[in-house]
């Protein structure tokens, strides 16, 4: 739980962003209302004092208004976190294969494998793809995520993701022409006065001539002004290293769109009846009390705790010789699984909103096939989503081969000469018939139509399929040959045997002539 001194911390360095960046209203209002989505996000509100002032904070709680004489229950059962990190899983948890095919096999095919390797050690020495799965996360709740790339000759690339509350952009048409990325300086975590820390900024954008300038921006004491400026420099590349990815950028939304949007009301609606059911059982599992004709002083001295004993004397103004009497009443809860039924559709309002299937669905599945298929919509809607992602993706690359004689000491030039076609395969974590498609992969294999080396590098976890395969081919010589083996002496020695039994054979023809004789 964040405590008040963390959340005036980040409130504080929030300001500082805004005023270094110098946010447009328009973009000032629209990181609040992100704001408040990532604290739907995260779901119960973690400090009520500090949400009375900043109304983002309340997250999925909710301000009570009700003149009532208890405290209503609010019951946060988060289902949006899960959700989303499930969508989030099913989209990267499975890092996707890099597929590089050749336009001339026979001739670059060995190459292309080569250059498929390099990549793959790229991003993994980047974390790349985990950072990536994080990064759609983000994307799915704040709309929007930078990615930036650090290009410096001598250097391996380094690949970044940036949040959106430390980068800012000017674009036209979907074309980044600026961009502004924030950074703490190390130190400050050693220092406790903000006006002496020290901040940056760095910018990219593009000089008259086309040329890729680079500035950094040093902000002191508390200032907006910069103490120390540096640049702008010709960077020697061709376009800004950096890519906006936005959620929902098919819709060519302005800022993208987050799915908490279409989450947040049935979410609220299943807090709130939650919360209404808990009340519910509060107040009618245990019956109450009904006091006919009692004194109201006695009646307002009542202990209310289980095994209670009551004693109350009757009114004073009661005539007709009537006595006090206390009756219980009993309640039932008839209603409850109305609210029951409620709380399971707002739930189904949610996974259906992400199209997500019903782990319910997934029980007495006959085949994988078929769980398969309830995972289409989810599917679907996966695949729309890279297409905001895949083209950075394959930008990325086209990057990293522009710069990888600057960068790379172990990059082959020739790498830039192939044609091909680069592609990324979705690599969803599907329940899947794994050992069907091995039977049918290795029957293509047996009847002439697929290559042993696409077997192996399709279902094994080589590394370089080819030598795999070369591996299996000198391994099965070496058998045939020690069986060749086994087998010429086997025959040999029936060879030696029978000839020592036609020996024998012909001395005792002889020891039966000799002795007719």
């Given at each position: 739980?964040?405590?008040?001194?963390?959340?005036?911390?980040?409130?504080?360095?929030?300001?500082?962003?805004?005023?270094l960046?110098?946010?447009?209203?328009?973009?000032?209002?629209?990181?609040?209302?992100?704001?408040?989505?990532?604290?739907?996000y995260?779901?119960?509100?973690?400090?009520?004092?500090a949400?009375?002032?900043?109304?983002?904070?309340?997250?999925?709680?909710?301000?009570?208004?009700?003149?009532?004489?208890?405290?209503?229950?609010?019951d946060?059962?988060?289902?949006?976190?899960?959700?989303?990190?499930?969508?989030?899983?099913?989209?990267?948890?499975?890092?996707?294969?890099?597929?590089?095919?050749?336009?001339?096999?026979?001739?670059?095919?060995?190459?292309?494998?080569?250059?498929?390797?390099?990549?793959?050690d790229?991003?993994?020495?980047?974390?790349?793809?985990?950072?990536?799965?994080?990064?759609?996360?983000?994307?799915?709740?704040?709309?929007?995520?930078l990615?930036?790339?650090?290009?410096?000759?001598?250097?391996?690339?380094?690949?970044?993701?940036?949040?959106?509350?430390?980068?800012?952009?000017?674009?036209?048409?979907?074309?980044?022409?600026e961009?502004?990325?924030?950074?703490?300086?190390?130190?400050?975590?050693?220092?406790?006065?903000?006006?002496?820390?020290?901040?940056?900024?760095?910018?990219?954008?593009?000089?008259?001539?086309?040329?890729?300038?680079?500035?950094?921006?040093?902000?002191?004491?508390?200032?907006?002004?910069?103490?120390?400026?540096?640049?702008?420099?010709?960077?020697g590349?061709?376009?800004?290293?950096?890519?906006?990815?936005?959620?929902?950028?098919?819709?060519?939304?302005?800022?993208?769109?987050?799915?908490?949007?279409?989450?947040?009301?049935?979410?609220?609606?299943?807090?709130?009846?939650n919360?209404?059911?808990?009340?519910?059982?509060?107040?009618?599992?245990?019956?109450?009390?009904?006091?006919?004709?009692?004194d109201?002083e006695d009646?307002n001295?009542?202990?209310?705790?289980?095994?209670?004993?009551?004693?109350?004397?009757?009114?004073?103004?009661?005539?007709?010789?009537?006595?006090?009497?206390i009756?219980?009443?009993?309640y039932?809860?008839?209603?409850?699984?109305?609210?029951?039924?409620?709380?399971?559709?707002?739930?189904?309002?949610?996974?259906?909103?992400?199209d997500?299937?019903?782990?319910?669905?997934l029980?007495?599945?006959?085949?994988?096939?078929?769980?398969?298929?309830?995972?289409?919509?989810?599917?679907?809607?996966?695949?729309?989503?890279?297409?905001?992602?895949?083209?950075?993706?394959?930008?990325v690359?086209?990057?990293?081969m522009?710069?990888?004689?600057?960068?790379?000491?172990?990059?082959?030039?020739?790498?830039?000469?192939?044609?091909?076609?680069?592609?990324f395969?979705?690599?969803?974590?599907?329940?899947?018939d794994e050992?069907?498609?091995?039977?049918?992969?290795?029957?293509?294999?047996?009847?002439?139509?697929?290559?042993?080396?696409s077997?192996?590098?399709?279902?094994?976890?080589s590394?370089?399929?080819?030598?795999?395969?070369?591996?299996?081919?000198?391994?099965?010589r070496?058998?045939?040959?020690?069986?060749?083996?086994?087998?010429?002496k086997?025959?040999?020695?029936?060879?030696?045997?029978?000839?020592?039994?036609?020996?024998?054979d012909?001395?005792?023809?002889?020891?039966?002539?000799?002795?007719?004789?």
């Amino acid at each position: 739980m964040s405590s008040r001194y963390d959340i005036d911390k980040l409130n504080r360095l929030e300001n500082i962003k805004k005023n270094l960046f110098k946010l447009p209203t328009e973009e000032v209002l629209e990181r609040v209302k992100t704001k408040a989505d990532y604290y739907i996000y995260q779901g119960k509100c973690e400090d009520e004092e500090a949400a009375k002032d900043d109304k983002a904070l309340l997250g999925q709680s909710w301000e009570t208004k009700d003149n009532t004489a208890y405290e209503p229950t609010q019951d946060i059962r988060n289902k949006i976190k899960p959700l989303l990190k499930k969508q989030a899983r099913f989209m990267f948890g499975k890092e996707p294969t890099i597929v590089i095919k050749a336009d001339d096999p026979k001739k670059d095919k060995e190459e292309c494998e080569n250059l498929r390797k390099f990549l793959d050690d790229v991003f993994e020495k980047n974390n790349f793809w985990t950072n990536t799965k994080k990064a759609f996360l983000e994307s799915t709740i704040k709309k929007r995520v930078l990615l930036r790339a650090e290009v410096i000759k001598g250097q391996p690339i380094k690949l970044k993701y940036e949040k959106i509350e430390d980068f800012f952009y000017k674009e036209i048409g979907n074309i980044l022409m600026e961009v502004s990325f924030f950074e703490e300086d190390l130190n400050n975590v050693y220092i406790n006065k903000d006006d002496e820390k020290k901040y940056y900024i760095h910018k990219y954008n593009y000089g008259k001539n086309g040329e890729v300038l680079y500035t950094k921006l040093t902000y002191e004491g508390g200032n907006t002004d910069p103490s120390e400026i540096e640049g702008p420099a010709d960077t020697g590349l061709i376009k800004i290293p950096c890519w906006l990815i936005k959620n929902g950028g098919e819709l060519n939304s302005k800022y993208g769109e987050s799915d908490i949007e279409d989450l947040k009301d049935a979410q609220d609606q299943y807090n709130r009846r939650n919360s209404d059911l808990a009340d519910a059982l509060k107040f009618q599992l245990f019956g109450a009390e009904a006091v006919i004709d009692g004194d109201e002083e006695d009646v307002n001295n009542f202990t209310v705790s289980p095994g209670a004993v009551h004693a109350v004397k009757t009114r004073d103004d009661v005539s007709d010789n009537r006595q006090a009497v206390i009756q219980r009443l009993e309640y039932n809860l008839g209603s409850a699984d109305v609210v029951n039924s409620y709380l399971d559709r707002a739930e189904k309002d949610m996974r259906d909103a992400l199209d997500m299937p019903n782990i319910k669905d997934l029980n007495n599945i006959p085949s994988a096939k078929a769980m398969k298929y309830l995972y289409n919509d989810l599917i679907v809607r996966c695949e729309e989503k890279w297409n905001d992602w895949e083209p950075v993706l394959k930008d990325v690359v086209n990057l990293i081969m522009e710069y990888g004689l600057t960068c790379y000491t172990n990059y082959n030039k020739n790498w830039n000469n192939i044609k091909f076609t680069l592609d990324f395969k979705h690599n969803y974590p599907l329940p899947s018939d794994e050992e069907d498609k091995k039977k049918v992969a290795m029957e293509e294999v047996q009847a002439n139509v697929r290559s042993v080396v696409s077997y192996i590098q399709e279902y094994s976890d080589s590394e370089d399929p080819q030598e795999e395969f070369n591996t299996i081919v000198e391994e099965k010589r070496i058998l045939a040959e020690a069986e060749a083996d086994s087998f010429n002496k086997a025959l040999k020695s029936e060879g030696t045997e029978e000839n020592n039994d036609n020996e024998d054979d012909e001395d005792k023809k002889k020891n039966f002539i000799e002795d007719d004789k």
